[in-house]
């Protein structure tokens, strides 16, 4: 699960960005309305959903593509893809945890176009190494290994550190669907291989109770081969024929598209949609939140970057939940949650609040100087 992602440095990023998924010190949950946004795990309170709003170009799709770096990054070993925007270096930094495990990991990254130099990984709150400007400092077992700059000290250390195996599983669960996936999709036959087919049909419950958000006509799915891949068929009530998925309006096809990950989600996996209102009226994701993601069966993490203006819901979401992206001075993105004006929690017309212009100016002081 997804605990807090930091860049800085990169895309529109200049100063230090930070996103965090669990709730501030200040902030009172237990016995509010707003338990079941979050989940109470053993070392934090972690928030089942957070939006990100904003104009067009405000940098919400950017931190995205940050963010899917450093996972790829984890997963497969770093390349100075995301080069600096500065004279400085880029940084990354994230914090994961593994229920099943009941660990959190801690990694940080820092390069230039020249390699690497800076990079920490701590799990469960001990150090494991720190590498900086060409020298480790090696606290895992036996004697530190031999690294280089060239590149990253996760990937040179994996067989000495065994443990950091459960980093890449924790940043293997945590799924980015940004909007252009989403076209391709809705493009695309509605087609299952034999794989897709059996999670379909384990999961076909879950499925199903997503499309109703859409459709609660749809009452049965089935599939017929096409081709060594299986065709998706749509039953509703009174209706002798089924209708194929590739028939479906955009807004059905949305839903299939993502009905697998959010019923995998729910198994402890994070799933981020970028322009989650796309194809869905308002109704369609508040209900999304409410009945499936803000349940006590879940176990995952749902994260959206949205326009919808009306999912600024003070009933729906903590304030920690709702972030804004606005482009700064010199087109610096800058986020932060809507907490941060230290709202009084009863306030429920947000909406209103963001159309007068009250979330325009950052909260921070450290950020304007």
């Known amino acids: 699960m997804l605990v807090q992602f930091s860049v800085r440095g990169c ?8 996103l965090r998924l669990v709730p501030s010190d200040h902030a009172r949950i237990k016995g509010t309305r707003y338990e079941p946004c979050f989940r109470a795990l053993p070392d934090y309170k972690i928030m ?6 904003g104009p067009s170009g405000a940098g919400k799709t950017n931190l995205l593509i940050a963010l899917q770096f450093l996972l790829d990054s ?9 080069l600096p925007s500065g004279s400085g270096p880029v940084s990354f930094s994230i914090v994961l945890y593994d229920e099943v495990h009941d660990h ?4 940080s990254l820092s390069y230039t176009a020249d390699g690497i130099g800076e990079e920490r990984l701590s799990i469960g709150g001990t150090l494991q190494y720190a590498y900086s400007r060409g020298v480790l400092e090696w606290h895992g077992p036996g004697n530190a290994p031999r690294v280089s700059g060239g590149e990253d000290i996760l990937s040179q250390t994996a067989p000495f550190l065994p443990e950091s195996e459960g980093l890449r599983q924790a940043a293997a669960a945590i799924h980015i669907v940004r909007e252009r996936d989403m076209t391709v ?12 087919q059996t999670y379909w049909q384990a999961e076909e419950g879950s ?14 799915i089935s599939y017929t081969d096409s081709g060594g891949l299986c065709e998706v068929l749509l039953w509703r009530r009174g209706e002798s024929r089924p209708c194929r998925l590739s028939d479906e309006a955009a807004g059905v096809r949305k839903m299939a598209a993502l009905a697998a990950g959010l019923a995998q989600m729910r198994q402890g996996s994070t799933v981020i949609i970028d322009d989650l209102d ?3 009226m308002t109704p369609v994701v ?9 349940q006590e069966d879940n176990r995952g993490q749902l994260l959206g970057v949205t326009h919808d203006l009306l999912l600024l819901d003070n009933d729906l979401f903590h304030p920690e939940q709702l972030w804004i992206a606005r482009r700064g001075l010199q087109g610096r993105t800058q986020i932060w949650p809507i907490s941060a004006y230290h709202l009084r929690c009863e306030r429920r017309r947000l909406y209103d609040a963001y159309i007068k212009g009250e979330f325009n100016t950052y909260p921070f002081e450290e950020a304007v100087r």
Do not use: K, N
């Open 48 to 53: 089942r959903s957070l939006l990100v709003f």
């Open 185 to 196: 999709w809705q493009q695309m036959p509605m087609r299952l291989s034999e794989v897709e």
């Open 278 to 280: 796309s194809y869905w």
């Open 104 to 107: 959190s990991y801690e990694y």
């Open 207 to 220: 499925i199903l109770s997503l499309l109703h958000l859409i459709d609660s006509s749809i009452c049965r």
């Open 11 to 18: 895309l529109s990023f200049s100063d230090t960005v930070t």
């Open 74 to 82: 984890i997963l497969t070993g770093w390349t100075p893809a995301l």
């Open 286 to 294: 508040q209900h999304l939140i409410r009945d499936f993601v803000h």
